[in-house]
T-cell receptor, first 112, second 116 residues
Framework: GNSVTQMEGPVTLSEEAFLTINCTYT??????LFWYVQYPGEGLQLLLK?????DKGSNKGFEATYRKETTSFHLEKGSVQVSDSAVYFC???????????FGKGTRLSVIA | DSGVTQTPKHLITATGQRVTLRCSPR?????VYWYQQSLDQGLQFLIQ???????AKGNILERFSAQQFPDLHSELNLSSLELGDSALYFC???????????????FGPGTRLTVL
């Protein structure tokens, strides 16, 4: 079946530090991969996506590259801000009418 | 603001009771999805409706049911509630039903259900 594993949190960083949140997946076929962000008290928002191998998704300084050989989609940001404090979810969606499958989420806290 | 609204924001009830959660999708969106977010299970897909018809089913218990009305709003009914049903319930909407092209899902703020 399809599954997503992401690093356990919480992750606490100082402002301007480098961020990596690891995500690996198991899927049949060729899934699309996503990162969603959930700010306190809000629903999930799509942060970035990649639909095929070697694609790089990017948004708001965040990047993730679809690595088929390692079945990974790690989220990175070069310099985090306090406003990036949130819970980050890695997700996949296989082709056809299949629902999103989410990882358990990683809570990021950025301190000034 | 995603444009997806959910009511109520918080719900506190007792075991054995029944509750209804309501979701209004973004204007123009035909698909509605329900998800349950709990500490132990994470974020799990429950069910999807497209233009009034059930489209996909996930890990939805038999005690739970949903429907989508002609005005496209959706309701999730939870009955014979147990302590373990306490969770955040999200609704999301998208333009289409899915298929080969990704239809971005826009999430509402959620309804927090507490079963005592």
């Amino acid at each position: 079946g399809n599954s997503v594993t992401q690093m356990e949190g919480p992750v606490t960083l100082s402002e301007e530090a480098f961020l990596t949140i690891n995500c690996t997946y198991t899927a049949t076929g060729y899934p699309s991969l996503f990162w969603y962000v959930q700010y306190p008290g809000e629903g999930l928002q799509l942060l970035l996506k990649a639909t095929k191998a070697d694609d790089k998704g990017s948004n708001k300084g965040f990047e993730a590259t679809y690595r088929k050989e390692t079945t990974s989609f790690h989220l990175e940001k070069g310099s985090v801000q306090v406003s990036d404090s949130a819970v980050y979810f890695c997700a996949l969606r296989n082709s056809g009418n299949t629902p999103l499958v989410f990882g358990k989420g990683t809570r990021l806290s950025v301190i000034a | 603001d995603s444009g997806v609204t959910q009511t109520p924001k918080h719900l506190i009830t007792a075991t054995g009771q029944r509750v209804t959660l309501r979701c209004s999708p973004r204007s123009g969106d035909l698909s509605v999805y329900w998800y349950q977010q709990s500490l132990d299970q994470g974020l799990q897909f429950l069910i999807q409706y497209y233009n009034g018809e059930e489209r996909a089913k996930g890990n939805i218990l038999e005690r739970f049911s949903a429907q989508q009305f002609p005005d496209l709003h959706s309701e999730l009914n939870l009955s014979s509630l147990e302590l373990g049903d306490s969770a955040l319930y999200f609704c999301a909407s998208s333009v289409g039903a899915g298929g080969s092209n990704y239809n971005e899902q826009f999430f509402g703020p959620g309804t927090r259900l507490t079963v005592l």
